[in-house]
């Protein structure tokens, strides 16, 4: 049954694929899909409720933040991708008890909806003005990858600290010119006969179908050595300019947590076989901790696992954000800005054991690796969380 559910949404996103061939039937048939943003809020908050992902990672953010910011009175955090208040609703708790008193704080949202932004200025004001917490709130109406720097006003005497959550890959998008240069791709016999394997070869199937459209329709993914765009694709160069317009903010921290799976490969073929393993490991904590029949579970099955899903296997270009990326390119992305590895610390981690022991499920692992904690299902890691800082 589980098997099924997740060859359901696989099986859709091929199809999906497969319908862009026919611009006008795709449009069609997708023309009535939107998510509502109260939806949207809703599967954000199941997937905070129902994972401990998103937990650990703000446990560990946070008091990366809480030692950087030691004995600092004036504050400024950025927050590259504002969705949940737990976390920094934590946060102010924490700087509340401080001895000295509680620094003046400013945390400046990044959001593309406005209306989810208002929802958090009102939950964070209200818990600031409970704990008499100097506060400012500085919400911004963008995508990452259109934020205007000038917008951030970071103020000289501010102690900056950064923040994204599951946000950061989004900007490795290829522009739409390089997404209109599409070398051929022959199949070599190893993908092949993985692809024989998921689906039947034949051009009159979903299988022979998705071989075509991959000679076809075939996009590099800018990190690949053996790519001609190589290093030199502007989407690389994109993502080089933000971190280093990151850097240039001086910041003394910069924590940043991401799904750890290889979604942005070469190849299509090599996006379908990662993200099966990944999003089955994910399937696999619901299963064992939600009923099949849960609505919150379907929601999160649909409008997220679904939807990811989908822009990775059905979206190229600029199109496709799910561009997750392993641990060892994010290394190489941030030494290559100029920052350089903060270890996280061994309170962190310990009070992310203590939570992970308490939250009932023996399937969840953390590990250490290079000073960063990634967060496993069973074997498997699926999240990242890194601390960087300017080596200015």
């Known amino acids: 049954m589980l098997l099924m559910r997740i060859a359901a949404y696989f099986t859709e996103a091929l199809a999906d694929r497969i319908l862009k061939s026919w611009p006008g039937i795709h449009k069609a048939l997708n023309s009535t899909r939107m998510t509502l943003i109260s939806e949207e809020i809703i599967v954000q908050k199941l997937f905070y409720e129902l994972f401990p ?13 809480v030692e950087a910011m030691e004995g600092e009175k004036m504050i400024h955090i950025i927050d590259l991708n504002t969705a949940e208040p737990a976390q920094w609703i934590a946060l102010f708790q924490v700087l509340s008890a401080r001895s000295e008193g509680p620094p003046h704080l400013r945390i400046t949202s990044v959001h ?32 990452l990858e259109h934020l205007d720097f000038d917008k951030l006003r970071v103020k000289t005497g501010e ?21 209109q240069r599409k070398p051929p791709l022959l199949l070599n016999g190893a993908n092949r006969i993985h692809l024989q394997r998921v ?24 990190d690949s050595t053996s790519s001609p765009l190589s290093l030199t694709t502007s989407n690389w160069m994109n993502m080089d300019k933000f971190l280093n317009a990151l850097r240039g903010l001086s910041p003394k ?7 750890d799976s290889n979604h ?18 994910l399937f696999d904590c619901l299963e064992s901790t939600v009923s099949r029949t849960s609505l919150e579970r379907l929601r999160v099955e ?31 992305r941030f030494e290559l ?12 981690k310990l009070q992310a054991s203590r939570f992970l022991q308490n939250c009932g499920c023996e399937g969840y692992r953390m590990r250490e690796e290079n000073g960063c904690v990634l967060i496993c299902w069973q074997d498997r890691s699926l999240f990242s969380v890194s601390a960087w800082r300017s080596m200015n």
């Open 53 to 65: 992902f998103l937990k650990l990672a703000f446990i560990l953010t946070n008091q990366a933040i």
């Open 112 to 143: 593309q909806k406005k209306e989810i932004l208002d929802q958090i200025a009102h939950k964070l004001i209200e818990e600031a003005e409970k704990l008499d917490i100097p506060f400012q709130f500085n919400p911004i109406v963008s995508k």
């Open 159 to 179: 102690a900056l600290a950064i923040s994204s959550i599951l946000q950061l890959h989004s900007c490795l998008a290829f522009d739409n010119e390089a997404m």
């Open 199 to 222: 689906l039947p070869m034949s051009q009159s199937t979903l299988g022979g179908l998705v071989e075509k459209d991959m000679v076809n329709s075939y996009s590099p993914s800018p």
């Open 253 to 259: 921290v910069v924590v940043i947590t991401e799904q």
């Open 264 to 281: 942005n490969g070469l190849t299509m073929m090599e996006r379908l076989l990662e993200s099966l393993y990944t999003y089955a490991a």
């Open 302 to 332: 649909k409008m997220l696992f679904g939807e990811e899903i989908e822009n990775i296997i059905a979206c190229e270009g600029s199109e496709r954000k799910e561009r997750h990326e392993k641990l060892d390119k994010w290394f190489k």
């Open 337 to 348: 800005a100029g920052f350089g590895n903060v270890p996280l610390s061994y309170c962190g």
